[in-house]
């Protein structure tokens, strides 16, 4: 089923998600064939679990640490997320990498830690527009991918990726869905590559600049698999447009 996830970064107090959702979810009720997520922050995961429980619509965390417990200040585990009724995190995501400097090696444990906790990673993967103008969108796409899944290559099928590349990322200058297509192809037979017994189940979203005028023309792309939306799901109307996309 087609997933369409909403990243909203550091927005939205407990109350204001109260109100989201209060608006939000009379305007998807009668969505069933396709998988919603919310990602809020981790200060509205308590609202937004109680809020949705029931609903069929699902609650992720935009990060997770990989350690149990114990003293890292700061951080959160998967147990802590679970709690929630977090059934998703996002891992990777290029705000992680670039503005906290997170390296492959640290998202590859997170990775490994969702897997291992039942928490399926949404795993972010994305060129910056340095290396798209040196024509290296596939070899940074592939690298990370395969240090992403390092140790971990027969859980494939468990993982879901979002493309999104730095450049369209709040930009209001998405990728092409031509350009998104190619991308997405080539993760997938990389997938295959990766893990020979892969099933396929993986989902390849695509993430940079979505709003609801964009939204169908990426759909409508044959390995779009749904979307990772940030700047245009901070609004219950416009997201619901999107998740209603053809
Ligand atoms: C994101 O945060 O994952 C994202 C794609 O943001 P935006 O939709 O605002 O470009």
Request: charge should be negative.
């Amino acid at each position: 089923m087609k997933l369409i996830s909403a990243n909203w970064k550091m927005n939205l107090t407990p109350a204001q998600t109260r109100e989201y959702l209060q608006k939000f979810l009379p305007l998807v009720e009668d969505i069933k064939d396709r998988e919603i997520l919310i990602c809020p922050p981790f200060t509205s995961l308590c609202v937004a679990g109680e809020m949705l429980a029931g609903s069929g619509i699902r609650l992720g965390a935009q990060n997770c640490y990989h350690e149990p417990r114990g003293a890292f200040t700061g951080e959160v585990s998967l147990d802590m997320l679970k709690e929630f009724g977090v059934s998703y995190a996002i891992v990777g995501h290029s705000e992680r990498r670039w503005i906290f400097g997170e390296s492959d090696e640290l998202i590859n444990k997170k990775v490994t830690a969702c897997l291992k906790a039942g928490v399926r990673p949404i795993i972010c993967v994305g060129e910056r527009l340095e290396e798209r103008e040196a024509g290296l969108t596939f070899k940074v796409v592939e690298t990370q991918i395969r240090l992403a899944l390092s140790g971990v290559e027969e859980y494939t099928s468990s993982v879901d990726i979002a493309y999104e590349p730095v450049w369209a990322i709040g930009t209001g200058n998405p990728a092409t869905p031509e350009d998104a297509q190619l991308v997405h192809a080539y993760i997938k037979d990389l997938l295959h590559q990766i893990n020979p017994g892969h099933r396929g189940e993986t989902r390849v979203l695509y993430g940079g600049s979505v709003s609801p005028k964009n939204a169908s023309e990426f759909m409508r792309m044959k390995d779009v698999d749904g979307l990772l939306v940030g700047g245009a799901s901070l609004d219950p109307e416009s997201f619901s447009q999107i998740v209603k996309s053809f």
